[in-house]
């Protein structure tokens, strides 16, 4: 009885290079990319919407405008789509019109999504120290969601991504040093003792960037 041919092994199982090309062909659908944006902006929106409810800051361009909020009274949605903007204009040269527009919209729905959760949801009580972490695990979590299917949240999410793909430096990492920077700002509005928890979420989240957004790690797009 004669032995069957061995069938051939799959080189995109053993050549990282060439399952890194094919995978990149497998795009997610124009209704993946909608409910995707929408799930990862309303996720996001959620832990911004618990670390405001414990007056906490966190890094980026969100902690920039939660500490403007808390400052003016100006709604956290606006402030958050203002600060933005700026960041829009460097989008558009380094990573095209695709992702920019993908970015605008998902920062005008976490501006928007801002203002309903406080009609939808009302907090009585919440411990701090989970309102901080917890929120911030939503961010990181949200993020992931928005970066998979080729969108941001501005600011410092653009920045953060540039360097990863052109230096290769992961984009947790990079942001991590940035919303230092933002957190110890907070010095100036919130007390010490907020700024350190605001501190220690800013961690979560970005570990939760690093250990999971790597590249070549994620094949779709």
Do not use: C
Request: glycine share 10%.
């Amino acid at each position: 009885m004669s032995t069957p041919d061995p069938v051939p092994a799959d080189p995109s199982l053993t050549d990282p290079v060439l399952a890194e090309t094919l995978g990149s062909t497998v795009r997610h659908s124009a209704v993946e990319d909608v409910l995707g944006i929408l799930t990862g902006t309303i996720v996001a929106s959620f832990g911004l919407f618990l670390l405001k409810s414990v007056g906490a800051v966190t890094g980026g361009t969100a902690g920039l405008a939660l500490l403007l909020s808390y400052a003016a009274p100006i709604p956290f949605g606006v402030i958050f789509f203002l600060v933005n903007v700026p960041f829009f204009v460097l989008a558009v040269g380094k990573k095209g019109w695709s992702f920019t527009l993908r970015t605008m919209v998902a920062v005008a729905l976490v501006s928007a999504f801002a203002s309903l959760h406080p009609l939808m949801v009302d907090i009585d009580r919440i411990t701090p120290v989970y309102a901080v972490l917890f929120g911030n695990l939503l961010a990181g979590v949200g993020l992931l969601i928005l970066f998979r299917h080729r969108a941001s949240l501005g600011g410092f999410n653009i920045l953060a991504l540039l360097l990863q793909e052109k230096l290769g430096w992961r984009a947790g990492y990079v942001q991590m040093a940035l919303d230092v920077a933002v957190v110890l700002a907070g010095f100036s509005v919130v007390s010490p003792q907020t700024v350190a928890l605001s501190a220690a979420g800013a961690v979560v989240l970005n570990f939760v960037l690093a250990l999971n957004h790597r590249p070549g790690r994620y094949l779709g797009s």
